[in-house]
């Protein structure tokens, strides 16, 4: 069975500095990844995805993320981070097309002024 | 454009009782995905609807039903309450001919069981 491990549940950050919030994953087979963003008291929304091509994947908030495919990772990575990148971000893995998301734990990571 | 909406927003309910979740998806979606997200947890799938048919089903009870109505709004059931089924519960949706996960989730539904 698939499963999607954030090796970190908690990561605090000075603002502006660089940040990485680690994600592995487990499959059989070939899989879509994604980083979510949850902001307190709402729903959660897409950061970035690889489906397939470059492994370098660039989202939205200056975020980025690399797939390795032999170290089954999808680490995120910001340069410099602000108060407001202060959520949970989870990881997340869909096997086949159209099929559910397998979700991390998530990592709560705080922005310190 | 509207995003994905969802209600009640908060509810509480006890032991046993039964509860209705509702969902209307973004604007120009067919298809709606239910999580159940814990306190401190991630987000697990409860099912998906497409065609107002359930599509796929995760690892829970059959207490756990739902429903897709023909402008593809959705419900979800939960009946015989149990204490831990109080979480947030969120409603997803995106178009299925797409066929990948990029999902919308609404802002979810907080259930507390008492």
């Known amino acids: 069975a698939q499963s999607v491990t954030q090796l970190d549940s908690q990561v605090p950050v000075f603002e502006e500095a660089p940040v990485e919030l680690r994600c592995n994953y487990s499959?059989?087979?070939?899989?879509?990844l994604f980083w979510y963003v949850q902001y307190p008291n709402q729903g959660l929304q897409l950061l970035l995805k690889?489906?397939?091509?470059?492994?370098l994947v660039k989202g939205i908030n200056g975020f980025e993320a690399e797939f390795n495919k032999s170290q089954t990772s999808f680490h995120l990575r910001k340069p410099s981070v602000h108060i407001s990148d202060t959520a949970e971000y989870f990881c997340?893995?869909?096997?086949?097309?159209?099929?559910?998301?397998?979700f991390g734990e998530g990592t709560q990571l705080t922005v310190n002024p | 454009d509207a995003g994905v909406t969802q209600s009640p927003t908060h509810l509480i309910k006890t032991r046993g009782q039964q509860v209705t979740l509702r969902c209307s998806p973004k604007?120009?979606?067919?298809?709606v995905s239910w999580y159940q997200q814990a306190l401190g947890q991630g987000p697990q799938f409860i099912f998906q609807?497409?065609?107002?048919?359930?599509?796929q089903r995760g690892n829970f009870p059959d207490r756990f039903s739902g429903h897709q109505f023909p402008n593809y709004s959705s419900e979800l059931n939960v009946n015989a309450l149990l204490l831990g089924d109080s979480a947030l519960y969120l409603c997803?949706?995106?178009?299925?001919?797409?066929?990948?996960?990029?999902?919308?989730f609404g802002e979810g539904s907080r259930l507390t069981v008492l």
């Open positions: 997803a949706s995106s178009l299925w001919i797409l066929g990948t996960g990029e999902l919308f």
């Open positions: 499959s059989s087979v070939s899989v879509y």
């Open positions: 690889y489906l397939s091509g470059s492994t």
């Open positions: 997340a893995l869909e096997e086949t097309s159209g099929s559910r998301l397998t």
């Open positions: 604007s120009g979606h067919d298809t």
């Open positions: 609807y497409y065609e107002e048919e359930e599509r």
